[in-house]
């Protein structure tokens, strides 16, 4: 199962952890409830970081996860895009 954890000090929607997950399901191409997002505590600093774990999967739909999980945490959080940092590690994709 794949899962994305997510930290920032900006203010969060109550609801952003479940768009988050049905964000990168539906770019995984994967059916809702597939994917779990978590909030961290993060301690200071501006922007968000975020990191996508699970299997490899075809590349471009890696990417795209990546890709739509830091529009959508960009957006909703109201953080300058060269702010925001997600990667799926394993195999580098980096959005």
Not at 15 to 43: C, E, F, Y
């Amino acid at each position: 199962m794949p899962f994305v954890q997510y930290a920032t000090v900006a203010p969060v929607p109550d609801d952003l952890s479940d768009r988050l997950a049905r964000t990168v399901a539906d770019a995984l191409d994967l059916p809702p409830g597939a994917v779990v997002a978590q909030r961290l505590a993060a301690l200071d600093g501006a922007g968000v970081t975020a990191v996508v774990r699970g299997r490899p999967r075809d590349p471009g739909l890696m990417r795209a996860a990546v890709g739509r999980a830091a529009a959508l945490l960009s957006a909703e959080l109201g953080v300058d895009p060269d702010y925001v940092f997600v990667s799926w590690p394993d195999p580098g994709v980096v959005g």
